[in-house]
């Protein structure tokens, strides 16, 4: 084989790199730290609604997240595989997040749920779509792990701002305490943010271009080898797996700040937001040091570990404490938000090596279809353990905040901010002892990707 080096890639390209994702964690960010407590809290939709709703979405999460990955790893058109689904599913997803908020409000709990339901299912197919191509264009732009780490550092961190802001335009306009309740802000604002996300998302799909000796010269796997490659593929397995525990993580925290912030601690929501957020955001570069010395794998670990046990320390620590270990929780969950897709380019990788073809879309399809339910299971988690330690909600006290929680329902807040996903860490952590792309073995696997890849150009290059 021919011997090749990793695509280098400039600053400006990282930077358009990250403005998608800038756009696509925008609309997630307020989706997920506002739908609860929307839904529940200002519309009163009991648990057992939302629970139903959370169990059907979670069925079609299990369908589309594999079918488009799978579709979209065997579509060839001049734009390649992934860019034409960024780029024309954008409107339709700025639409369906909006949709969302438009909830016709006093209406009885089964139109709700019907709105709750449909809304959420059209949003999260658009979501889909743009998530899936957009982390699967990563693997293929280059074979460099510094390179590809490189791009998520910049994904994360515009990633982060897009989070930041799904608190801070939320917060401002969401109903308050001791104000007469009134959507009309709020749905406003959200316009605003479907909007805003989608042009970003547009934006990066006319710099980014993919590579043609993947979408020209690979022929695609039929379905029951791409089903058989993908299940076979033992460090897959077990990176799914430990993202799982870190997405079960991610939705439990962002569902419980806002109640945190209001009832646990009484204080301004945005307090825990920079908490939390800004030692996220220096703690992002700071995973190439990381690397560095410990290897990307080594590197996601020991980041669990800082998250978990901060996590788990809300528990025991005094509530003027809570703040410290939020910050201290999210400089670790800066390797989760920066590594985790540089762990799956490497089984991208290895994959093209056994199957010969490049399939990121079939690995990050089937990993949501595998994780996806972790964002259910917190969304129906969150509802019944605040119902089970009696918590009081906004409708039941005549539309106004009840304060003066009692002492079970602030355990049960702690529970979904502090117990249940510093132990998801913890686990998640020691997961990852069993990943087998480290030290030698993943030296050569790069080494022989890079020849592999010469071959396709050279391949490619005779053809035209």
């Known amino acids: 084989m021919t011997e090749s080096t990793p695509k280098h890639l400039s600053l400006g390209y990282k930077v358009t790199w990250g403005v998608a994702a800038l756009g696509t964690s925008f609309v997630s960010g307020t989706y997920g730290a506002l739908l609860p407590i929307f839904y529940q809290d200002y519309l009163g939709l009991t648990a057992k609604w939302i629970a139903l709703a959370s169990t059907i979405y979670a069925i079609w999460n299990a369908i ?24 024309y599913t954008a409107p339709f997803l700025a639409l369906t997040f909006i949709l969302v908020w438009f909830a016709p409000r006093g209406a009885g709990s089964g139109v709700l749920f ?62 308050k305490a001791g104000v007469a309740p009134t959507f009309l802000p709020l749905q406003v604002s959200m316009i605003v943010v479907g909007i805003f996300s989608a042009a970003m998302i547009v934006i990066t799909t006319f710099r980014v271009r993919e590579r043609p000796e993947f979408h020209q010269g690979d022929q695609p796997l039929n379905l029951r080898d791409a089903l058989k490659y993908t299940f076979t593929s033992r460090a897959f397995l077990i990176l799914v797996a430990q993202n799982f525990m870190s997405i079960l993580m991610n939705s439990l925290i962002l569902g419980a700040l806002f109640y945190t912030a209001d009832y646990v601690l009484k204080t301004s929501s945005m307090l825990l937001v920079a908490c939390l957020f800004v030692p996220l955001i220096i703690g992002v570069p700071l995973t190439t040091l990381i690397r560095r010395k410990l290897g990307v794998v080594g590197a996601q670990q020991a980041l669990l570990l800082v998250a978990g046990a901060a996590l788990l320390s809300i528990m025991v620590v005094p509530n003027a404490l ?27 990788d290895e994959d093209e090596l056994r199957s010969g073809v490049r399939r990121e879309g079939a690995f990050f399809g089937v ?34 905040i009840f304060l003066n929680q009692p002492e079970s329902a602030l355990w049960g807040i702690k529970l979904l901010v502090g117990l249940i996903p510093g132990c998801a860490m913890l686990l998640g952590a020691l997961i990852l002892v069993w990943f087998p792309l480290r030290g030698a073995r993943l030296a050569q696997m790069q080494a022989d990707v890079l020849a592999l890849h010469a071959e396709k150009q050279a391949r490619l290059g005779k053809k035209s």
């Open 367 to 400: 990993n949501a279809l595998l994780t996806k339910p972790a964002q259910s299971v917190a969304l129906a988690l969150s509802p019944f353990i605040l119902e089970a330690t009696a918590f009081v909600t906004r409708e039941a006290n005549g539309g106004q």
């Open 322 to 348: 809570i703040p410290v270990c939020l910050a201290l929780a999210g400089f670790g969950l800066s390797g989760p938000q920066t590594l985790t897709n540089v762990l799956f380019a490497q089984v991208a």
């Open 64 to 87: 589309n997240d594999p079918l488009f990955g799978y579709i979209t790893d065997s579509t060839r058109s001049k734009l390649g595989r992934r860019i034409p689904y960024m780029r």
């Open 114 to 175: 019907a709105w709750m339901l449909g809304a959420m299912l059209l949003y999260d197919t658009a979501y889909t779509i743009i998530g899936l191509t957009y982390s699967a264009l990563l693997p293929e732009v280059t074979e460099s792990d510094a390179e590809r780490n490189g791009l998520q550092i910049s994904s994360s961190l515009f990633g982060l701002l897009g989070m930041i802001l799904g608190f801070l335009i939320p917060d401002m306009f969401r109903p």
